[in-house]
């Protein structure tokens, strides 16, 4: 899933930045979530804060990052239940100073998984990726002991 380092040569100076920041997410899930994160919710375009003030470039840019998200979320999609939850469980180690039956209670509440498909993903790829995540959400929510989602926090 090294995506980005495969395209980081048609990508100029301070834009390949954010191949870089790509590189240092171990996880795939963690891949996504920074990729949709990177899409602006107005526009559908990618946008990156080391991105140049020339239009033509943030094209280029938004373009490139759109190529990597469908691709990373398409090896995503292809990979088995089992891996994913190796991935989503390897995602949640990494973030640190979280309590994680308060995580799944919130991906349960919120459903953020479903924003880290990219736009042009529809169909089928979509729904497998939304019931494969509530599978996996299932699974680990008896791990951590999440009873069920609070609806009212």
């Given at each position: 899933?090294?995506?980005?380092?495969?395209?980081?040569?048609?990508?100029?100076?301070?834009?390949?930045?954010?191949?870089?920041?790509?590189?240092?997410?171990?996880?795939?899930?963690?891949?996504?979530?920074?990729?949709?994160?990177?899409?602006?919710?107005?526009?559908?375009r990618?946008?990156?804060?080391?991105?140049?003030?020339?239009?033509?470039?943030?094209?280029?840019?938004?373009?490139?990052?759109?190529?990597?998200?469908?691709?990373?979320?398409?090896?995503?999609?292809?990979l088995?239940?089992?891996?994913?939850?190796?991935?989503?469980?390897?995602?949640?180690?990494?973030?640190?100073?979280?309590?994680?039956?308060?995580?799944?209670?919130?991906?349960?509440?919120?459903?953020?998984?479903?924003?880290?498909?990219?736009?042009?993903?529809?169909?089928?790829?979509?729904?497998?990726h939304?019931?494969?995540?509530?599978?996996?959400?299932?699974?680990?929510?008896?791990?951590?002991?999440?009873?069920?989602?609070?609806?009212?926090?």
């Amino acid at each position: 899933m090294d995506v980005a380092a495969k395209l980081a040569p048609e990508i100029d100076g301070s834009e390949s930045l954010w191949v870089r920041d790509l590189t240092l997410i171990d996880s795939a899930y963690g891949k996504l979530v920074y990729l949709a994160g990177l899409r602006n919710q107005d526009t559908g375009r990618y946008e990156h804060y080391s991105s140049s003030s020339s239009l033509i470039s943030n094209l280029v840019a938004s373009r490139t990052i759109k190529r990597v998200h469908e691709a990373i979320f398409k090896d995503w999609v292809a990979l088995k239940l089992e891996k994913k939850k190796a991935d989503i469980e390897l995602y949640i180690s990494g973030i640190g100073q979280v309590d994680k039956a308060e995580l799944i209670d919130a991906w349960l509440r919120l459903t953020p998984y479903k924003n880290l498909v990219p736009a042009s993903v529809q169909g089928p790829e979509r729904q497998k990726h939304i019931s494969d995540f509530e599978a996996i959400l299932g699974l680990l929510k008896n791990v951590y002991g999440v009873a069920s989602p609070d609806r009212d926090a």
